[in-house]
Structure formats: C-alpha cells, structure tokens
C-alpha cells in the first residue's frame, strides 16, 4: 500500500499567519491527491482534489500543489475556521490511503 | 439534496459482529460507489473500501478481506458494512461515505455522520 507522510503532525499558529502542511507519498502517485478538513466530532470535509483543485465553496486562501512523490498545502491567512485537522488522501492506487493528519492549533 | 445518514452506536463483545448501515437519499443510489471509512479514537483515517450498489461488487483494503463484507439494498436505497471477528482495535467511529461525481468517485465529498462501535468485554 502507498503510504502518505504528513509534517508536521501538529502546528501552533495564529489568525493571519501562512501555514503549509507536506504530504509526501512513498511511491508516485500522479497527481491523485485529494487533502480533507476535520473538525473535532464532524466527518471530513472535502477542500481539494487532483492536488490543485479547490472544490466548490472552499475559500480561495486554501491552496495546493505538487505531483509524483511530494505536495503541500497552503492556507495563506489562518482564519478561526481553518484550525482543524488536515489530512490528505492518495486515490491513485488501491488501497486508497490517508496521511496520518496535521492538526492546526490556534497560538 | 444528498444525505447519508447512518445508524446508531453499539457496543459489542470481542469476537463478535457488527452491521452498519447508511440510508440515503437524494440522488440516484445505483449511480455510485458507497465507501467505508474508519477513524479509531484520536487517530486518524483508515478507508475500509467500497460497494457499487449497481450489481454489488466490492473492493476492499487488504487489512479487511475476509472480515468485511459491504452491501447495498436499493430497494431502500441503503448500503451496510459488516465486520465480524471484532477485537477491541476495531473500536472506532464508521463512516459511509460517496464520491463528488461518477468521474470523481474516489474523491469523497459526501458523509455519513458517523457510527460509533465500541468493542468491549
């Protein structure tokens, strides 16, 4: 199974600050990447597919790049909202595989 | 609009099996992939697999085969997971889930809200 690194496993930051988040899978992966927010006690909710992607209604601050083996995403102005956790998804290959998730606290 | 709603907590004995299932509504239930996913406590996200509720095939993470069976009844547009020979690392919160479109079905867009299974002695 392709396994998906994140870092870092969590982050302090503040509302205004840039945060990126990494995922680096252990094979290629194309650009089959989809990343999810979770809040505490909700499911995920999708932000981004196709590594760049935004989904529909995701304000445009969240950001995505990459291909093969390394992506990243980027909030580039901390809302309140956005502290959560980030996960991102691989849906190249079966078994569909999930990082093991970046929280972002609030500083 | 699209809902996936899920059915209610248990709590089981090691060993023993579970079934969950995820009624929905909304869209045309035969026209996608219904996946599984699972998230023990205060961990992160394990995908379980999914069942095509047209015709009723399955894939399903290796982890899981032989353990997992996924099904659909579209009479009542509703698709079940059930897991049996539960230990207590199965103890986690299941999710149902649906992808964005027939293009995007492993992009999962749609969510239950979750069935908390408990495996306890």
């Known amino acids: 199974a392709i396994q998906l690194t994140q870092s870092p496993s969590s982050l302090s930051a503040s509302v205004g600050d840039r945060v990126t988040i990494t995922c680096r899978a252990s094979q290629g992966i194309s650009s089959a990447l989809a990343w999810y927010q979770q809040k505490p006690g909700k499911a995920p909710n999708l932000l981004m597919y196709?590594?760049?992607t935004l989904e529909s209604g995701v304000p445009s601050r969240f950001s995505g790049s990459g291909s093969g083996t390394d992506f990243t995403l980027t909030i580039s102005s901390l809302q309140p909202e956005d502290f959560a956790t980030y996960y991102c998804?691989?849906?190249?290959?079966?078994?569909?595989?999930f990082g093991g998730g970046t929280k972002v606290e609030i500083k | 609009q699209v809902q996936l709603e899920q059915s209610g907590a248990e709590v089981k004995k090691p060993g023993a099996s579970v079934k969950v299932s995820c009624k929905t509504s909304?869209?045309?239930?035969?026209?996608?992939?219904i996946h599984w996913v699972r998230q023990a406590p205060g961990q992160g996200l394990e995908w379980m697999g999914w069942?095509?509720?047209?015709?009723?095939?399955?894939v399903s993470a290796q982890t899981f085969q032989g353990r997992v069976t996924m099904t659909t009844d579209a009479s009542i547009n509703t698709a079940y997971m059930e897991l049996s020979g539960l230990r207590s690392d199965d103890t986690a919160v299941y999710y149902c889930a649906r992808g964005w479109g027939v293009l995007r079905a492993l992009n999962l867009y749609y969510w239950g809200q979750g069935t908390l299974v408990t495996v306890s002695s």
């Open positions: 196709d590594a760049a």
């Open positions: 909304g869209y045309i239930f035969t026209g996608y992939y």
């Open positions: 998804q691989q849906f190249n290959t079966y078994p569909l595989t």
């Open positions: 069942v095509n509720p047209n015709g009723g095939g399955t």
